[in-house]
């Protein structure tokens, strides 16, 4: 069946570092893919996402390209804030149309120190 | 903007009691879910609608059932809670074949 691994956390930055949150999948055809994140206390909100291979989602200056060749959706940030501190979640929907609730990944904390 | 709410924030019951989560969208969509976040874990699907009435099974349903009379609302049901049904609940829903889902703020449970 399909499956998300994302990079354990917690990751740890200072203010204005660069973010890298590795996500890779398994997954037949095509699925589409996803970034949400999650602040203290809040349900899941919608970062970013790509519906086909090469397409490069973005979105408040987050960045992450849909790359079928080594199935990953890695998330990128150039200078982190500390109102980036939240949980980032890598999902996937699959190809299935009877199937049309997301594959979550285990999620990533991150925490960012001014 | 889609607007996904949920009856309770918090919510705190003793084991063996019915236990009722409720969920509502403003946005007249087919697709609504249920899902529970457990630390290490991330999100895993329990149940899922796609229309008024119909409902199929995620991947962990076992110890709930799911009900879905108006297209607006869903219901998830915990007819007797345990303690190993402590988690956050996490409600969602979509239009059609959409692939994008909104999520509810998420009801805290605790069995004690």
């Known amino acids: 069946g399909d499956s998300v691994t994302q990079m354990e956390g917690p990751v740890t930055l200072s203010e204005e570092a660069f973010l890298t949150i590795n996500c890779t999948y398994t997954a037949t055809g095509y699925p589409s893919l996803f970034w949400y994140v999650q602040y203290p206390g809040e349900g899941l909100q919608l970062l970013l996402k790509?519906?086909?291979?090469?397409d490069k989602g973005s979105n408040k200056g987050f960045e992450a390209t849909y790359r079928k060749e080594t199935t990953s959706f890695h998330l990128e940030k150039g200078s982190v804030q500390v109102s980036d501190s939240a949980v980032y979640f890598c999902a996937l929907r699959g190809v299935d149309t009877g199937r049309r609730a997301l594959t979550f990944g285990s999620g990533t904390r991150l925490q960012v120190q001014p | 903007d889609v607007k996904v709410t949920q009856s309770s924030r918090y919510l705190v019951k003793r084991t063996g009691e019915k236990v009722f989560l409720e969920c509502v969208q403003d946005?007249?969509?087919?697709?609504m879910f249920w899902y529970r976040q457990d630390p290490g874990l991330g999100l895993r699907l329990i149940y899922f609608?796609?229309?008024?009435?119909?409902?199929e099974k995620g991947d962990i349903p076992e110890g709930y059932s799911v009900s879905r009379e108006k297209k607006e609302r869903f219901s998830l049901i915990l007819e007797s809670a345990s303690t190993n049904q402590t988690s956050m609940y996490l409600c969602?829903?979509?239009?059609?074949?959409?692939?994008?889902?909104?999520f509810g703020p998420g009801t805290r449970l605790t069995v004690l």
């Open positions: 609608s796609y229309d008024v009435k119909m409902k």
């Open positions: 969602a829903s979509s239009l059609g074949q959409g692939v994008t889902q909104y």
């Open positions: 790509a519906t086909k291979a090469d």
């Open positions: 946005m007249d969509h087919e697709n």
